[in-house]
């Protein structure tokens, strides 16, 4: 393959300028160019595709982590039984195993375990079921047995596939359902005698048991990914980010108020800092599924068995209220109607004051969440903001009488009710979105109540009783 | 079975009243209470999730249509397999056919296609990679062939259990590639021989393509349901409950305005249809499932195979921005600060009108498109929309002097300036609805242009050219 002739043609080919000086015909040259465009066509899709993944690899690892997994869980099962001698080729025994690996290996342990359980459940149900239809079909004579066996296959088929559409088995059985009617059409159009397919379900609920098994201990033991510590760290998250979100927002509308000279560098850096708040408004799938994958993990890191995730998704629903808020404030500052400097001038205070403490909040809120302790400080500050919103009535109060002073030495070209148009806007917005922050401190406050997050009270008084205790305690909380 | 006896008996056992009489002791009473309670407990457990299931099959009974089809779909696959003599039980070839109705038949059309088609795909190209790694292990001896095959299956199952996070793949080819490790799985690591193995891939290809034929099939002939008309027939709904919510927030905030007398019937109904426009604000998620799944139908009524599903997305977020200004506008209304009557009496008919010219561009909107045909209407109804605007902002322009000479006549206790911020809000949100519903417009004009709907114009000509033609071409459009 290294020789000098082999590679002296490879050269010829591969290069296409050399190949057309070749007096060898057009056709087989233009074949090999549309050959040759056609490979580095392909090549180039296929390294733009290998950029792409290793991006993706690189920016989320444990996507990258979650595959490794699923190869050494697979490679764990096919070792096993390529060793054992009652593998028997596809269809035998080890097929269920592999088939279940591959089937509930999901990213997160919850989805694993929700997968595991209801292919253990579905199967088992399914079986018994299936063998007694079985029983009965066969005890009733040759002529009846296919009648017995289509009426009862299509019955109970319309009817599992119809209740996967009842929310309450949609969040909890779809899968099981799914595995339900696949085992018991299985099980009941067999035509196995009664006694070995007791001898067959054995082996498969077996097979299906050291699938499930494995699968549930590789994700648990090798880097768990927990759906209940993304939805934690994602509420959290997305709290920081509508903090960031209403920050950015009036401290753009107001950024040449000040001081028109002000430089514009990092503005894109801050301005894709203040448009991340637009991802709350589309967490409800996410947050949803992932408190579903939650409630069947089990105790890990500080999150007791019964945690109550649950709660996070009304913080979520009290998160998007205020995102819709920032949205609607943050469009309607771009709107057409701009107010003159001189009147935002007389507001530019009372409204950063307002957004800031406001978003000192949401911050505080979100410290709560991620260390799980009860904070002193955000009474005082949600008083800091209601304190922010009566400074900015009051200011709007006392608007008026400065505003006509205003107009005493101003021409005033537009009437001035059409310039306070976005102002008022502004300064609506940013007190609805104070009232619904409240709904949100409310949220968490509940979240920390039912989660019994720790609080400072409690520290001092344990940490005066015995230090290790404490530490007990949060390790493994009470489930 | 109908004997007299066994009758008698049964009663007997139903009956707990007539076991209670009996003198047999009082712990067996009271097991039989106990029993009785839990089978009545179950009993009206199982009466209520029955009553639940049917409400749904009542309210959608296209979900009722699906599990039939599920049901009806297995019953001829296994009959298939039980009048032929080559099936052996589980773990025989009906195994693969049964497997692939189960797992593929979706209740959409396009998705049950993307189903198919995927596990077509995956099962060949795993087929034919595992062949030839089974292959290759085989040629290089007893020493390495367990190595290779560890190897490559832990790579491949690896990369591809990875490249399920990448976008692109997840959207169209997700199962497939879960497909893709099954199949490459349970080929490379059994132990039948090369020639046996593409013997066995030639029965496993064939029914699981007997499998997803009668699974496409079924899912067209019997009441199909096509994920595209969902798509269309959700966008245009949403559009109609957009209009609905902007009029009934509109109308709710000036209801007692004109005749503070009104009465307050239907109000609940009124409520709950100004309050569905929010499942527009949570639709992204069904809206992209919907059309990733359109694109695999076939033609279907007045749907073209190469409808432009893509564009129903972009109206869906223009709607969705529609709806976070409409969500503001909702919740700023029920603020704290309260308009008086008095000045809202000056904005009511410039107010009304807008949100009734606005209303109407989105019903016309949603006729547009639940009829494909262009409208004549919608131009002069958006330039209406933009009089409305205008009107509103001249209302506001002269708003100071009247009520400046309001306040001449009433004792003003509020400064003014604060009782005018809920109206100033409800103007300006009202303009930016106004402003983002022409971007709606916008979207569906795009939709409509690309989608080839009919124009009056084109109508007209066509008619004159040939009325059989035009009515042609509506049921088949080019595709």
Known sequence: MASGGSLEWRVNVGDGAT??????????????????????????????????????????????????????????????????????????????????????????????????????????????????????????????????????????????????????????????????????CLVSISSYRVDKLFELAHTRLTTIAIGTSLCIIVSMLFCPMWAGSQLHSLVFRNLDKLADGLDGCVSEYFKNVDDPEMENENQECHDSKAQSYKCVLNSKASEESMANFARWEPAHGRFGFRHPWKKYLEVG???????????????????????????????????????????????????????????????????????????????????????????EHEAATIPPLMELLPLATLVSLLIETASRIEHVVNAVETLANVANFDSEEEKKRSSLDNNDHHVAMRVFPEA
Not at 82 to 102: D, F, H, K, Q, S
Not at 168 to 181: L, V
Not at 321 to 331: T, W
């Open 19 to 184: 190949e057309v000086l070749r007096p060898e015909g057009s056709f087989v040259g233009r074949m090999v160019m549309g050959v040759k465009g056609f490979v580095w066509g392909l090549f180039v899709k296929g390294w733009m595709f290998l950029e792409k993944a290793w991006g993706i690899a690189n920016s989320e690892p444990k996507k990258a982590v979650h595959g490794l997994k699923v190869g050494l869980a697979l490679s764990i099962v096919s070792v096993f039984y390529y060793m054992r001698p009652l593998y028997e080729g596809i269809g035998g025994n080890a097929m269920w195993a592999i088939m279940t690996v591959v089937v509930t290996f999901e990213s997160t342990v919850g989805a694993t375990f929700y997968k595991c359980v209801n292919r253990v459940i579905g199967t088992s149900l399914a079986g018994g079921l299936g063998i007694g239809v079985h029983w009965v079909a066969a005890e009733s004579g040759d002529r009846f047995e296919p009648i017995i066996l289509g009426i009862s296959l299509f019955l109970l088929a319309s009817a599992t596939t119809f209740s996967r559409f009842i929310p309450s088995i949609k969040t909890k059985f779809d899968y099981g359902a799914m595995i339900f009617i696949l085992t018991f």
């Open 317 to 407: 629903v009290a998160m998007r209220k205020c995102a819709y808020c920032i949205e609607a404030l943050h469009d309607c500052l771009n709107s057409e109607i701009k107010a003159p400097n001189s009147l935002k001038l007389l507001l530019v205070e009372p409204c950063k004051a307002l957004s800031t403490s406001s978003s000192k909040v949401l911050k505080e809120l979100s410290i709560v969440i991620k260390t799980m302790k009860k904070s002193t400080k955000i009474d005082l500050e949600v008083s800091d903001m209601n304190i922010a919103v009566q400074e900015l009535q009051a200011a709007i109060a006392s608007f008026p009488s400065t505003q006509t002073a205003n107009e």
